[in-house]
């Protein structure tokens, strides 16, 4: 692993492109953390449904009929708003045997090609097709016919297109990156080392 070059201390980083960067970086890099932290309070209704069902169920055999859909939306909701955060943290699968041997500036120019090339379209394309699924959606004011609860779901689907436009703009941030280190042989960050 080698070490993270300081962006804020290289000459690079006062070009007016870099310096613009650098602030790009950093604003939306706390915005995805700020994020991430918001999208786990999900973990609150998720939980909380899901304990008040079973003391429902099994103490007073009275089942609620909400409990399974919260519990789903809820897990389901924090799954997809917490994919930038964990792109973010590094958190996304990569075959490590490979890319550990790599110099951090061939690890930049495998992301900065992958977030050109396919990331930051697929993202925009995701976008646009879950933005009219969510629209149709809410004009039907669509609901779930899962349980007997029936809940509306169009905010559930409007989760999908704000996943997508979160993860874009996340990967513009990994895309300047990945430009810095294919310009200057460096890691603009380290990301954690998660294994599971």
Do not use: C, H, N, Q
């Given at each position: 692993m080698s070490a993270v070059h300081n962006p804020e201390?290289?000459?690079?980083?006062?070009?007016?492109?870099w310096s613009a960067a650098t602030s790009i970086i950093r604003v939306t890099d706390r915005f995805s953390d700020w994020f991430g932290y918001l999208v786990m309070l999900l973990f609150?209704?998720?939980?909380?449904?899901?304990?008040?069902?079973?003391?429902?169920?099994?103490?007073?055999?009275?089942?609620?009929?909400?409990?399974g859909d919260v519990t789903f939306i809820s897990n389901g909701a924090m799954f997809?708003?917490?994919?930038?955060?964990?792109l973010l943290k590094g958190a996304h699968v990569r075959t490590d045997i490979f890319w550990d041997k790599f110099s951090e500036k061939?690890?930049?120019?495998i992301d900065?090609?992958?977030?050109?090339?396919?990331?930051?379209?697929?993202?925009?394309l995701i976008f646009f097709i879950s933005w009219d699924a969510f629209m149709h959606s809410l004009q039907l004011n669509e609901r779930s016919n899962a349980g007997l609860w029936q809940p509306?779901?169009?905010p559930f689907?409007?989760?999908v297109p704000l996943t997508m436009l979160l993860l874009f703009i996340q990967g513009i941030s990994e895309l300047l990156k990945s430009y810095w280190?294919?310009?200057t042989g460096h890691a603009y960050s380290q990301h954690e080392k998660i294994e599971i």
């Open positions: 201390a290289s000459d690079l980083s006062k070009t007016p492109f609150i209704p998720m939980i909380l449904g899901g304990v008040y069902e079973v003391i429902m169920r099994y103490f007073f055999g009275a089942p609620t009929t909400w409990s997809m708003l917490g994919s930038a955060y964990a061939t690890k930049g120019m900065f090609i992958t977030y050109l090339i396919l990331f930051l379209p697929i993202m925009g509306i779901i169009w689907r409007a989760v280190a294919v310009k």
